[in-house]
Each structure stands twice: as structure tokens, then as C-alpha cells.
């Protein structure tokens, strides 16, 4: 049986914290998720779903010495909500979006896929105008707008970011994009998410004065 320590039994330093999470529970995390991710075809889909289960346990395990129990008593147990959580769409920085296109989570949910823009174009324009060229799903409005505030939006950006946005609409993996600009691929996954939360300020309504 699991017995919190008693009341006045000191918190243990952050060192002895990270010493005692090594050795003892990320091991158990890694495995557990590694096999729990199995199915996963894309590599890299699969080490962000690990990292996100180690980000969590490591949180995980600091609240729990914060309430005086030792967490090393139950790798395990924290492994399996680990992952069941990160399937789930939570992260360490809130939940995957349900209606963001780019989410594992809405995909998962509502069956679809997102492919790959060819690398060529028969047209004069990119492929992403192509592929905008015979859009019949969204509004005209809608379609005459995201043509006028896109240029301005990216333009906004710093000229990495929008390298780096220009290969991941055309559908570039996370990893060959980070080798191509020298970033980390969990970098390439953060800076989609910042790209993603200022495209919608961007088009957010302006607040009404009144």
C-alpha cells in the first residue's frame, strides 16, 4: 500500500527529484510508450507521443512529492495514464485542438487524412494555388478573403518562419523540415502550433467599441 509521507518529512530537492526520475520512472515510461505507440506509422508522430508522455510524468511526479508521495512506487501506473492521456489529445501545453486539420486527434476522430501537395505544378501558380484554383467547399467570400489576409499574414512572419510555414503546407515531414532549417523536430511541432494560434488572432474579429 502506497503511504504518503508523514507531514513533515521535507520536499526533496529538484536534483534528487531528476536523479530519482531517471532511474526510476522514465524507464518505464519510454517502454510503455514505445509499445503503446506501436501502431503509429509515422516515426516522428511517435517520439512527440513519447516526449509528450515523459513531459507529463515529469510534471506528474514533481505535484506528487509537492504532496509528500513518492511516485517511483508507481511507474507503471503513471506510465499507462500517461499514455492513455497523450491519445487522448492532452499535452503539456493544453489539449490538441479538435478542429484544428493538422491534429492527430481530429483525424483520428473524424477519419480523415492530411496528404502531401505535389512538388510541381502543370499551372503557372504554386500548388497550393492549384489547389485552391477549383475550391468548391468554401464560400467565395471565405476564399476571397483567406486571398487577401494569407500574403499579408505570412508576410508578418520573420523570413525563417516563413521557409519553414511554405514547407509544412506543401507537407514536408517534421524531421526533414528541422534538418532543413537546422531546428529540432519538436521545435518544427512548436513553432506549428505558434503559427497555427497567430493565423487565428490574425482573423480573429476585431473587439466592437462600445
Not at 6 to 34: C, E, I, M, N, Y
Not at 130 to 144: G, I, M
Not at 171 to 183: C, I, M, N, Q
Request: overall charge positive; proline content about 7%; charged content about 30%.
Amino acid at each position: 500500500m502506497n503511504m504518503p509521507l508523514p507531514p513533515d518529512t521535507p520536499t526533496p530537492s529538484l536534483h534528487a527529484l531528476q536523479a530519482t526520475f531517471l532511474s526510476s520512472v522514465l524507464p518505464k515510461v519510454l517502454s510503455h510508450g514505445r509499445v503503446y505507440f506501436r501502431h503509429l506509422r509515422s516515426a516522428e508522430l511517435k517520439e512527440e507521443y513519447v516526449a509528450e508522455m515523459v513531459a507529463l510524468t515529469w510534471r506528474w511526479h514533481l505535484r506528487l512529492a509537492e504532496r509528500g508521495k513518492d511516485s517511483t512506487r508507481f511507474p507503471t501506473a503513471l506510465a499507462t495514464f500517461a499514455s492513455r492521456a497523450v491519445r487522448g489529445g492532452r499535452r503539456l501545453a493544453g489539449m490538441d485542438r479538435s478542429k484544428d486539420v493538422l491534429s492527430p486527434l481530429a483525424q483520428r476522430r473524424k477519419g480523415f487524412a492530411v496528404g502531401k501537395l505535389p512538388d510541381c505544378s502543370a499551372l503557372d501558380g504554386s500548388p497550393l494555388h492549384e489547389a485552391l484554383h477549383d475550391n468548391t467547399q468554401s464560400p467565395v467570400d471565405e476564399q476571397v478573403c483567406f486571398r487577401i489576409d494569407f500574403p499579408s499574414w505570412r508576410a508578418s512572419r520573420t523570413e525563417r518562419d516563413r521557409r519553414v510555414l511554405d514547407d509544412l503546407m506543401v507537407g514536408e515531414r517534421t524531421s526533414d523540415v528541422a534538418g532543413k532549417h537546422g531546428l529540432s523536430p519538436g521545435r518544427v511541432s512548436q513553432l506549428r502550433r505558434e503559427l497555427h494560434d497567430d493565423w487565428e488572432f490574425f482573423c480573429a474579429e476585431p473587439p466592437q467599441v462600445v
